[in-house]
Each structure stands twice: as C-alpha cells, then as structure tokens.
C-alpha cells in the first residue's frame, strides 16, 4: 500500500498537488478547468486493462431555477489531505487498483464544465468501476469544499449548498 507524504507542489498558487510517495494516489485541487487528458495519462499504465473515470459537471438546473455558474471554496490543506486519505483507502479495499487520479476544481466554473474528476485504473473493469462509486460518494461527505449556486432569476436566492450525504454538518460555510 502507499504510504503519505507530507509533500505540497504549488504551481502558480493556483494548482494544488500532493502525492503518495510512490506516485499511486494524486489528489488536485485547481482554479484551472480540469485537464481530463492529464488526468488519464496520469494513470494510464500497459499492465492495465481498464480506466474507469467520472466527471461532475456544472449543468443548467437546480428545483427548477437556472442555474448559470457553480463557485467552489476549499479549505485546501485539509481537503487535500482527506482526499489522499480516500485514495489510500479505495487502494487498501481495492488491491488490484493500480492509480487514482482527484481533481477537484474551485472558484467559478460554468455550466457544461467540470468541477471534479476521477479516474482510476486496474487490471480489470470491476474493482476500477466499483472504485470510482465508492471514491465520488466518500469525497462529497468528506471532503471540506462547498459549492455555491448561481442562479439567472434572484441574486438573493443564490446560496451555498450542503451535500446531502456529507457527514459532517459542522463544515458547512454560511
């Protein structure tokens, strides 16, 4: 299994890296739109038959109102950390997973745009597939970053959202 570093690359303040120590897990948060081919050759590998990804983007609706734009805030550090908490924990219940790619974007991001990326790759299709499940229900409880939705109708009714499976209801911003 990998172990944790406590290593942090900043690029330009605004892309976040941190890495297990042999490179298995790579947890991003960015301020850039999610570069979905990075991301695969991050994990791409010949002695894996499967790639399994999942990409959240920002869509045109929420209860019925338009929705123009998502905002994304971070608690950055801890957030990563939890993140590559996720990824050695989908490895130790996954053993066959060979690389795990999250990438979670913060600040503005349009709708058809991604917000988050995941993408897992093995030897076979089932433990990538199942993996990447498991991975986008524990990042949204755990992770501490929250979403704002902007909408087209009422600035006033524009507010940030809880997760309705976040465990933990003391990380919400107001």
């Given at each position: 299994?990998?172990?944790i ?56 609706n ?35 997973i ?53 909408y ?23």
């Amino acid at each position: 299994m990998a172990s944790i570093t406590n290593s942090i690359d900043v690029k330009d303040n605004t892309h976040h890296h941190v890495h297990c120590n042999n490179n298995s897990v790579h947890s991003i948060i960015t301020s850039n739109k999610l570069d979905i081919s990075e991301y695969y050759n991050m994990v791409v590998d010949s002695s894996c038959g499967a790639i399994s990804s999942f990409i959240g983007t920002t869509r045109d609706n929420f209860d019925g109102k338009e929705v123009v734009q998502l905002e994304y805030e971070a608690y950055i550090p801890m957030a990563l950390e939890e993140m590559k908490k996720i990824g050695l924990s989908v490895m130790k219940k996954w053993p066959d997973i060979f690389k795990i790619v999250f990438a979670h974007r913060i600040g503005i991001v349009p709708v058809l745009e991604g917000s988050i990326a995941i993408y897992i790759s093995s030897p076979h299709r089932k433990a990538s597939l199942d993996a990447v499940q498991y991975s986008i229900d524990e990042l949204k409880a755990r992770v501490p970053i929250w979403k704002k939705e902007i909408y087209n109708d009422n600035e006033s009714d524009n507010m940030w959202k809880k997760n309705p499976v976040q465990k933990r209801n003391d990380i919400i911003k107001e």
